[in-house]
């Protein structure tokens, strides 16, 4: 409901009103929110946005707007960053992230935080692995012992046998 009002007032030209916006998107709880459809629309709505906010900021850079609002620019983009930030954005689909209306810093942090991910996981597995290699190891170990084993009795009992062969001819001859 709540990203339905705001994309109401996007398309009715009000998304540049960004301190509104920000007070309305909090009431999303968005960092606990886990739907993938829902942090799509809310990151394509916040998209819509910042891409709304660059433009303006573009028009206006040939009328001189001054401090005040250069000023009003830079609180509208930290609120709209925050607002990508509240967006658990890497549960998206990668071919969603490759629009240029997302502040680079946030892709570049997505992406050092998942080669860091990688990185853990790559260490895990060096270590799973290395740990499998010494269980092989020690499994051998135990085939070689037994297979040694089994050959000693593999050969006594073939003596067991030429012996019990051997009680049986004489048996035989002395009757």
């Known amino acids: 409901v709540l990203l339905r009002g705001l994309f109401r007032r996007q398309r ?4 540049n009103d960004v301190p509104t916006t920000v007070r309305l998107w909090a009431l999303g709880r968005w960092p606990s929110c ?3 459809a829902l942090i ?3 990151f394509n709505f916040v998209s819509n946005c910042w891409r709304s906010l660059r433009s303006a900021k573009a ?3 040939w009328d001189d707007g001054g401090a005040a609002q250069a000023a009003s620019w830079l609180a ?3 609120a709209l960053f925050q607002m990508f930030s509240d967006l658990e954005f890497w549960r998206l689909q990668l071919g969603e992230l490759l629009t240029p209306w997302v502040p680079p810093q946030l892709l570049a942090c997505h ?3 998942r080669c860091k991910q990688l990185d853990e996981q790559q260490l895990s597995l060096l270590e799973d692995n290395r740990s499998n290699l010494e ?3 020690r499994l051998r170990q135990a085939v070689s012992q037994l297979h040694s084993k089994l050959e000693v009795v593999d050969a006594r009992s073939v003596q067991s046998t030429q012996k019990q062969a051997e009680v049986l001819e004489t048996l035989r001859a002395l009757r």
Do not use: H, L, M
Request: glycine letters at 4%; a negative charge.
């Open 34 to 36: 886990r739907d993938s």
């Open 59 to 61: 028009a206006a850079r």
């Open 12 to 15: 009715a030209g009000v998304e």
């Open 40 to 42: 799509s629309e809310a």
């Open 76 to 78: 509208d983009e930290e």
């Open 135 to 137: 269980e092989i190891n």
């Open 111 to 113: 992406v050092a935080a």
